[in-house]
């Protein structure tokens, strides 16, 4: 991995220097567009529109324009920022770790120590895991001023990004300001469907079936060209109906069935 960003890691006086790698990569398969008629790739340039000329990336600068007036901002515009001058990450409180709605998270970083001693590291590290708290931190990164949770995973510190609290959008559905009233019977019999499906989670136990298809779907047509036969290359896939359930009693009891059938299968060829 290659570090994208060095700095430290700051809460009161204590100054923890970090390097920043991206924790997570795209597995997906890297597909471009190609004109239907012939295969020619699709390619996109960018064109000023004063004077109809391609402009290289690097003659590219950034503007604002309020309807009245454009204000263009150039590299070093940016760059003369305080915030994106600024190589620190700083923690401004230590929230507990279930305050934080999922929902605000972002992308994820590895930290990796900087120095040549990993103490202070080793001693952030330590004090969230005894804490069980999880640091809310501040830091610019690509132009950008970031909230982030940094928490514990192994003996690793990370970084999420977070969005700001005025980013998330209210869901406010018509369907759910109604009442709605649940009978003992259904909550019974669903919550038996739940201990049906129950699981400690094993985040390898699954997998992209779409990319593992489309990669099957390439290499066929690598093989036998345009007249592949997409039934004989991934079976008869079996068809259900769609619907809104009209019974939910029937439904939840019909489900649990089915779970447990299946749940008894999968012991017996295990045992």
Not at 96 to 112: A, M, W
Not at 142 to 165: I, P
Request: aromatic fraction near 8%; hydrophobic fraction near 40%; proline fraction near 4%.
């Amino acid at each position: 991995m290659r570090a994208i960003w060095k700095g430290a890691l700051t809460f009161g006086l204590v100054n923890v220097p970090v390097k920043v790698y991206a924790a997570t990569e795209d597995h997906d398969l890297p597909l471009h567009q190609v004109h239907a008629s012939d295969g020619g790739r699709i390619r996109y340039q960018r064109v000023c529109e004063l004077d109809g000329e391609v402009v290289p990336y690097a003659e590219i600068d950034r503007a604002y324009d309020d309807g009245a007036q454009t204000v263009v901002l150039t590299k070093e515009d940016f760059a003369a920022l305080p915030a994106e001058r600024s190589r620190e990450i700083e923690v401004v409180e230590f929230v507990p770790s279930d305050q934080i709605d999922p929902l605000l998270f972002e992308r994820s970083y590895f930290l990796e120590p900087d120095s040549t001693s990993p103490k202070a590291y080793a001693l952030l590290r330590e004090t969230l895991e005894r804490t069980e708290r999880t640091a809310i931190v501040r830091f610019s990164l690509r132009q950008k001023t970031s909230l982030a949770a940094l928490r514990v995973r192994g003996d690793v510190l990370v970084l999420q990004t977070m969005r700001w609290a005025d980013e998330i959008r209210e869901a406010a559905f018509p369907a759910l300001e109604e009442e709605v009233k649940v009978s003992d019977k259904e909550l019974t019999l669903s919550a038996a469907l739940v201990e049906g499906f129950a699981a400690d989670f094993d985040p390898d136990a699954f997998h992209d079936d779409y990319q593992e298809e489309l990669r099957t779907l390439i290499d066929a047509k690598r093989e036998k060209g345009e007249a592949i036969d997409t039934a004989e290359t991934f079976g008869e896939a079996a068809q259900q109906e769609g619907g809104e359930v009209i019974d939910l009693m029937e439904a939840l009891r019909a489900s649990v069935e089915r779970t447990r059938k299946a749940r008894g299968s999968d012991e017996r060829a295990s045992g």
